[in-house]
């Protein structure tokens, strides 16, 4: 089958599908949060995070950072940093 061609009967397809929220802010919220902390734990540092950022290949954080700003985005790296770095390694 070509590779553009979507087969349900394939347990390997990459799939996406949307899911309702009651509370559309508060669950952005939980992902632009979940995306920092993931990378905030993974090592980066700030400067690191935030190119992670801007990138667009990152598509999500990418899209965090248009939504936010870059001060939002900075904001939750630093809260991150803290609660992840408390001794600042």
Do not use: S
Not at 17 to 41: K, M, Q, S, T, W
Not at 42 to 55: I, P, Q, S, Y
Not at 63 to 82: C, K, P, Q
């Amino acid at each position: 089958m070509p590779k553009d061609e979507f087969d349900p009967e394939d347990p390997h397809a990459l799939v996406g599908v949307a899911v309702p929220v009651a509370d559309a802010a508060a669950a952005e919220e939980a992902i632009a949060r979940g995306l920092v902390e993931e990378f905030v734990r993974l090592g980066f540092d700030e400067a690191r995070v935030m190119a992670a950022f801007g990138t667009p290949f990152y598509a999500g954080a990418h899209a965090v950072l248009l939504r936010r700003g870059e001060e939002g985005v900075r904001a939750l790296v630093r809260e991150a940093m803290a609660r992840y770095r408390p001794l600042g390694r």
